[in-house]
């Protein structure tokens, strides 16, 4: 599975993005798919997900309110809507797939297939 993410871009605070993550396989439904983002000497932290039976998601605090979290079926794609962008939501953002619990999907290490990463530059 390879997954192609794409939508970064520099926008002023309140601002909204949309991310794209194309995943090129046809298990993709099978996989957890997560959004998760790094900022410049920080750790890679959790930013949303959605289960892969039943369409559960999850958000990380920060998130909540802000972001949603889809996954179309039909185009093997997952987006992350962000409204009201924030300077502190400047971070390259990652997708990743994985057979990921429930109780682990906010640990990057349980992880196994990884975007190449896209920019998101938030200027008050």
């Known amino acids: 599975v390879q997954l192609q993410a794409s939508g970064g871009g520099a926008v002023q605070t309140g601002g909204s993005l949309r991310l794209s993550c194309a995943v090129t396989?046809?298990?993709?439904?099978?996989?957890?798919m997560a959004w998760f983002r790094q900022a410049p000497g920080m750790e890679r932290e959790f930013v949303a997900a959605?289960?892969?039976?039943?369409?559960?998601?999850h958000y990380a605090d920060s998130a909540k309110g802000r972001f949603t979290i889809i996954r179309d079926g039909a185009k093997k794609t997952v987006y992350l809507q962000m409204n009201s962008l924030k300077p502190e939501d400047t971070s390259v953002y990652y997708c990743?797939?994985?057979?990921?619990?429930?109780?682990?999907?906010?640990?990057?290490?349980?992880?196994?297939?990884w975007g190449q990463g896209t920019l998101v530059t938030v200027s008050s």
């Open positions: 396989t046809d298990t993709f439904r099978a996989y957890t």
């Open positions: 959605i289960r892969a039976s039943g369409g559960t998601t």
């Open positions: 990743a797939a994985g057979n990921v619990i429930t109780s682990t999907l906010r640990d990057s290490s349980k992880y196994h297939t």
